[in-house]
């Protein structure tokens, strides 16, 4: 380290974790490139997925809070460049190519019924022949969806009304026997197998242990959070806190991470041992709901004093801020609440409504918000 951390101010602990997550580097002047994006992702080790579209698809945000105006186009093509892939790296998630054998342990429990998820596992023991041969099908004639193969005889109904021939799919892309080579228009995945997925150097990359790949991840964890508790460093790539917390001492002992007390948390935290506080800032964006940054709430409420829940699913007449809503981050703080909406077919960006926070005045963030607003607007081809 470039100096000793063993204790940290609330501001600092936010100062290294803004760094950590990207917000340590001014955006590109102009339009950032494909090469901007790849740093990004690699430094921030996961991009949540989701669906909701109401605005832009979730994981498109964090790159533009970071980098500004951007190709929309630049997930798909880092996947199409073999540089990412996907998998259930925090929620859905994707994810850097390199790090696909830390996960391999997660996909090998899965097939050997040690981890359930979703029905899944329970769906192969029931039905391994009609699996098997969803697996042999995609083998044979390449890149598939669920929709190709659909066993459907009625309509569907709900957005988790699976057919047979989803859930297998789902099961296979879960164990790794298949993979998401990509989304369709309909944000649909299309299924493949890791030989036509992946790099020849992922593939041929020896697979970790159990043991050692949990605390890789760990490690990627810590770096890219700043600084965070033993459940942080669990939750950001999804791990059980009681699981994890003997390979965090085993960090600490081999020197990789660092205890350090941070003011106003009941918990001790972690550094790594790189850690350094940031010598400037450029921490003023609209944050996806889905932001590594905030989506561990707790951790809002520790760093950030922010109390923030997603009403989505929560009926319209007791929503308190409105259906999609961005935090709004103004000089590393969060200031406010903001409630988009692309109206595509008018190419209009709607803002629903603006929420400051407790003792923050609206005029104080007016410029800032204003500014982010304009960009996010061109940046989707909209007006204001």
């Excluded at 103004?330 to 190419?347: H, P, Q, T």
Aim: net charge positive; glycine share 4%.
């Amino acid at each position: 380290m470039a100096q000793r951390l063993d204790s940290l101010s609330i501001a600092d602990a936010r100062a290294l974790a803004l760094a950590a997550q990207g917000f340590d580097t001014a955006r590109p002047k102009t339009k950032a490139t494909q090469r901007h994006v790849d740093a990004l992702i690699s430094r921030l080790g996961v991009i949540q997925i989701d669906s909701v579209n109401v605005l832009v698809r979730s994981q498109e945000l964090p790159l533009f809070s970071r980098l500004g105006n951007h190709n929309r186009n630049a997930i798909p093509k880092a996947t199409e460049q073999q540089k990412l892939f996907e998998y259930w790296g925090h929620e859905a998630a994707h994810l850097p190519v390199e790090i696909h054998p830390l996960f391999r342990w997660k996909m090998e429990a899965a097939r050997l019924g040690k981890a359930k998820h979703w029905g899944l596992t329970s769906f192969y023991d029931d039905n391994k022949a009609f699996v098997k041969r969803m697996l042999k099908h995609v083998e044979k004639n390449g890149p598939t969806t669920s929709r190709e193969l659909s066993t459907r005889t009625e309509k569907k109904g709900t957005w988790w009304d699976w057919d047979e021939a989803k859930v297998a799919l789902e099961y296979l892309f879960l164990t790794g026997q298949l993979m998401s080579r990509g989304r369709g228009t309909d944000f649909a995945r299309i299924y493949d197998t890791p030989e036509r997925v992946l790099p020849e150097d992922v593939l041929k990359a020896p697979t970790p242990s159990e043991h050692d790949a949990r605390k890789q991840l760990l490690v990627r964890s810590a770096i890219a959070q700043g600084v965070a508790t033993a459940s942080d460093l669990a939750d950001y790539y999804r791990q059980k806190p009681a699981t994890v917390k003997p390979l965090i001492a085993e960090l600490v002992e081999e020197g990789e991470l660092r205890v350090v007390a941070v003011d106003g948390w009941t918990e001790k935290a972690f550094v790594h041992r790189g850690a350094k506080l940031p010598k400037q800032l450029h921490a003023t964006a609209l944050l996806s709901p889905f932001d590594s940054l905030v989506w561990c709430r707790p951790r809002n409420e520790r760093l950030f004093d922010f109390h923030y829940r997603i009403e989505i699913y929560t009926p319209k007449e007791k929503r308190k801020f409105g259906y999609y809503v961005l935090p709004f981050m103004m000089n590393g703080e969060m200031v406010g609440r903001v409630d988009l909406k692309a109206d595509r077919s008018n190419s209009k960006l709607l803002v629903h409504s603006v929420h400051t926070e407790k003792g923050v005045k609206r005029s104080t963030i007016n410029d800032a918000l204003n500014n982010e607003l304009r960009t996010m607007a061109s940046w989707l081809d909209c007006s204001l």
